[in-house]
């Protein structure tokens, strides 16, 4: 295929990474299969959507931390502290008597994740050159799409015949395998001295180390305004503006604006768009076990074969004979993830009735999202100055995170007001319909603002595969 294999100095370090990957991959869409049963034995439903959010909200500080922390020292110190605190996350998780322990669990793997993922890619670009780096990618787009076809049945079986608490604790031997491949080379390997980035510094009134906290405050402020139901909300909204209005800007391209275009309008879209995915993603196992009466594993299989329709999308994106301009097929990824979205809605109002057009929107809305996933991250690299690629890319990430935790919180929110108890018995068909309406809302806003990325030319890009 003429693609030049990394070397083979770097073997054991390349398939620990790759394993690093596959164990974070794993663990976040296992969760989405197993959190159902969590919820039923640790109760607290109310708070369900936390499960998620608590995540994306501390992967916020850890992009920026860690990338901060790889430029002054180097990507060693911070991988080998963020594989410890994500290892210490699960035993948390997974060993959580009560709602409140568990969320506390999903936040330590946040913090963990998110470093390794950043740190994963400034490894990459480090040690490996340009055609070494497409292989690369490559290999860990595979390595972050396998879970996504085998995590949902693996945890759904886990959960059912054993306990939800080893869908966590079953990520540990892979970790622990990876450790052991990535400590002896990631030692010995010659890593070119770190070069600090003179424009990270300039971005805004704000360093980044103290924007990123108080954005990750903000969304987490955001989303208790949206649940408490009482007067103390609107102290938790004043907050929650008053603290993203100020991080913000640091973390976002230079230029930002609400309504902007370029840089800003690609961002705005992964943020909506990814978000409104998510979000809905959060609820998706729940509604199908709880409206449509299918067992954990059935429902499992509603997430890989969402993960077909992703795969394809970010197959199709790539192709040569696709003549549609990148910002063109960032915008049909956002028709199609609007219109899966849109099916699910319809699907959820009347429970029990349209199986079929869950699994049917859930394709398509994969398919959206593996084309606008890849795009927008070729977006970046088309529209940044050398100098702000790495700033540019950091700002994609944190919007991403930004909009699934933001949205994902929405359709928390949404979830908590609406939902019945009587009897001691949960009645959740009601929220199903207003959740997924929502999420299908906020894909059609990302759609919107995709329209005003502006033409970008596709250049050599389109044979590097981009993880999901």
């Known amino acids: 295929m003429g693609q030049v294999e990394p070397r083979r100095s770097h073997t054991a370090l390349v398939v620990g990474l790759l394993l690093c990957v596959v164990a974070i991959a794993f663990e976040q869409i296992a969760v989405v299969t197993a959190m159902p049963a969590a919820a039923a034995d640790l109760g607290d439903v109310d708070l369900y959507a936390w499960a998620f959010t608590a995540f994306v909200i501390s992967q916020i500080v850890a992009i920026v931390v860690a990338g901060r922390a790889s430029d002054k020292v180097g990507p060693r110190l911070p991988m080998v502290v963020g594989f410890i605190v994500f290892a210490l996350g699960l035993v948390v998780a997974g060993s959580a008597p009560s709602m409140p322990i568990l969320l506390l669990g999903r936040f330590i793997q946040g913090l963990g994740g998110g470093t390794m993922n950043l740190t994963v890619m400034v490894l990459v670009a ?182 077909i329709g992703w795969t394809a999308g970010s197959w199709l994106q790539s192709r040569p004979w696709l003549m549609l301009r990148r910002d063109q097929i960032v915008s049909v990824g956002g028709v199609a993830t609007a219109a899966g979205l849109s099916l699910v809605a319809t699907a959820a109002w009347f429970p029990g009735s349209l199986l079929w057009a869950v699994v049917v929107g859930w394709v398509v809305g994969g398919l959206g999202m593996g084309l606008q996933m890849s795009s927008t991250n070729l977006v970046v690299m088309e529209l940044s100055p050398a100098a702000e690629l790495g ?78």
Request: glycine share 10%; aromatic share 8%.
């Open 391 to 468: 700033a540019n890319t950091s700002s994609l990430q944190v919007g991403e995170a930004l909009g699934s935790s933001l949205v994902a919180g929405l359709a928390g929110t949404i979830f908590a007001a609406l939902i019945v108890v009587s009897d001691d018995e949960t009645r959740l068909g009601v929220a199903f319909g207003p959740v997924f309406t929502a999420m299908a809302v906020v894909a059609v806003l990302g759609l919107v603002a995709s329209l005003r990325i502006g033409p970008v030319v596709n250049h050599s890009l389109d044979n590097i595969s981009t993880s999901r």
């Open 126 to 307: 480090r040690l490996f050159d340009g055609r070494e780096r497409a292989v690369m990618m490559t290999w860990m787009s595979m390595a972050w799409m396998l879970p996504a076809f085998i995590g949902p049945p693996i945890a759904g079986w886990l959960s059912t015949q054993l306990s939800w608490h080893w869908v966590f604790f079953s990520v540990l031997p892979l970790m622990a395998l990876g450790g052991l491949l990535i400590l002896s080379p990631l030692r010995h390997a010659d890593l070119p001295a770190p070069d600090e980035d003179p424009e990270l510094n300039a971005r805004g009134g704000l360093s980044p180390l103290l924007a990123a906290p108080m954005v990750a405050v903000g969304a987490a402020s955001l989303q208790i305004a949206g649940q408490r139901f009482d007067a103390w909300s609107l102290a938790w909204l004043a907050a929650a503006v008053l603290l993203l209005g100020l991080g913000l800007p640091t973390l976002l391209p230079r230029g930002y604006r609400l309504i902007g275009t370029g840089l800003a309008a690609n961002v705005n879209t992964r943020l909506l768009i990814t978000g409104a995915f998510f979000g809905a993603e959060t609820f998706l196992t729940l509604m199908l076990t709880r409206s449509e009466g299918l067992d954990l594993t059935t429902a499992g299989l509603a997430l890989t074969i969402g993960s």
